[in-house]
């Protein structure tokens, strides 16, 4: 992994392949490790720049200057800077997607192209938002993710048989979890109530004028399919694809077709 310092904090990031740059970004409670298998494909043809979330994977806790997820797309804005990066194209996933859109707003001319995968960038929904933060306060407070918890969370990321066709998966997320503890737990949850107390982005995303996908994981829970259709309503000319078998982590439960689809979509870009 390389590291980047900003705000006296190191940030974590993949930087592999040569070609047109993809900017990466992952699913809340996960790491970069998320996107292997699309690193793995699409690094052959191209750029592949993938950052740990703060206070996820090899990432340092965030900034204190760090209140929002525009605060983090002007980090990430900063993180291109660095590389000299002029133009990106940006795949993000649930909070990827957020501060993703984040980003283009804050410089348009900098991204070419979005993908917007299990996301949405309105407003939280009010009964997700209040039951979101009554587990983040648990956490914080007790500084792990507590055994009920993690029932709960677990199922919210994959499709409805994942436990069947994909035991190895969702036992490594559990666990995963089981390890959060002390000081790392707080600062998950303070980039949680980030992520579900983000700002409505619907407006904003009324006026993008670049080439977009909206993908979306047919059996995804804590961002249903309605909300995907919302934000293809919003955008010009954007595509949706429904991705079958798979819940909010689809990038994992359906590599192979994920990665068909980037790559159709990305030489269409490029072409």
Partial sequence: MNKF???????????????????FGHSYLWDSKMWAPQVAHLSQSYRCIVPD???HGESDSAPQTTRSLQDYAQQMLALLDHLDIQQCTMIGLSVGGMWGTELVTLAPARVNALVLMDTFVGLEPEVAHNKY???????????????AIIDAVVPLFFANNAVQDNPQLVAEFAAHLAAIKGEQASEIARIG??????RDQIEQ???????TLIA???EDKPRPVLESYLMVDCIDGSELVQIPQAGHISNLE??????????GFL????A
């Fill in 5 to 23: 310092t900003i705000d006296g904090k190191q940030m974590a990031y993949l930087d592999i392949g040569q070609g047109p740059v993809l900017l």
């Fill in 53 to 55: 979330l703060w206070s």
């Fill in 133 to 147: 933060f009554a587990m983040l306060s648990t956490i914080d407070s007790e500084q792990v993710v507590p055994p």
């Fill in 193 to 198: 109530r980030m992520v579900f107390g983000r």
């Fill in 205 to 211: 995303i009324e006026k993008f004028a670049l080439p």
């Fill in 216 to 218: 979306v994981g047919q």
């Fill in 254 to 263: 359906q590599p192979q077709f994920v990665n068909e689809m980037l790559e």
């Fill in 267 to 270: 030489s269409r870009v490029h």
